[in-house]
């Protein structure tokens, strides 16, 4: 187990709005938690999902790093123009109302993001792409949703080969151009953003992984989840280690401006 340096980046995970005993909780999943720690070896900092509510430039002032997160909510379609979605599709408007401008505004500051799940189709909305809401029903593509009636390490077993753009960042990153990826996920990337490039795909063509083209730092997308036991898999631990690597960059910029370590 890693002890915390207070010298280490501080990585903001935006929460998501869950229900306990009938009231709202704000809540992380501890294993990006232990990500963050293991892996980025960065200070997790839970932020709760206020909306409108973030002075945004502010709440980046004292970031190095981002981390967007996957959940069991999905973004309303509202938000890229989309067919209405499943009528049982798990809504979480608080966490819209955050992070789309949040990211928006983290890679317009140069503050690192690493987009998982959830978090990647959030990069591809906040954007301006769009999403399929139920991929498993599209010709052609493959049943990308949870395994069922398994326990949580089979759930995150590898399930399919994802091919890497042997140019991408992705390759020199990991050093392979392909990868086995576990899959857990309803939706995926309909029409691409703006200023994304294709980093990654599944051999039915579904993105796997995208990067911010003209992105000032680290900014990824993947719809895999690499932080479910982050230092037992190789693939996984090099793509924190760089994360983390980008926010230390920020870490130590952000103290040599003026007025800003004392904030």
Not at 88 to 100: H, I
Not at 187 to 194: G, H, K, S
Request: aromatic share 6%; net charge neutral.
């Amino acid at each position: 187990m890693y002890r915390i340096d207070a010298s280490w980046p501080a990585i903001g995970i935006p929460a998501c709005v869950k229900s306990v005993e009938e009231l709202p909780f704000h809540a992380v999943g501890e294993k990006y938690i232990t990500a963050v720690v293991e892996g980025a070896q960065g200070m997790p900092l839970l932020l709760p999902v206020l909306g409108e509510a973030y002075d945004i430039p502010s709440l980046l002032d004292r970031m190095d790093g981002l981390l967007f997160t996957g959940s069991t909510s999905n973004i309303h379609p509202r938000h890229y123009g989309g067919a209405p979605d499943r009528p049982d599709s798990p809504q979480d408007p608080q966490r819209d109302a955050t992070t789309l401008p949040l990211i928006r505004a983290a890679i317009a500051a140069g503050v690192p993001v690493f987009c998982i799940c959830r978090g990647h189709q959030e990069l591809n909305v906040a954007l301006g792409g769009t999403l399929h809401t139920q991929v498993h029903d599209l010709p052609g593509k493959r049943d990308h949703r949870s395994p069922k009636n398994v326990d949580y390490d089979a759930r995150y077993a590898p399930q399919h080969k994802v091919s890497l753009e042997p140019s991408g960042m992705l390759t020199k990153i990991l050093g392979r151009t392909e990868i086995e990826v576990n899959s857990l996920h309803w939706q995926a990337i309909d029409r691409l953003a703006p200023g994304l490039a294709i980093e990654a795909k599944a051999p039915d063509d579904v993105i796997e992984a995208v990067r911010v083209e003209k992105a000032k730092t680290f900014a990824f997308g993947v719809q895999w989840h690499p932080e479910y036991r982050v230092t037992e898999n190789p693939v996984s631990l090099a793509l924190f280690k760089a994360f983390g690597a980008a926010c230390r960059d920020r870490a130590r910029a952000r103290l040599r401006t003026p007025g800003k370590a004392a904030e």
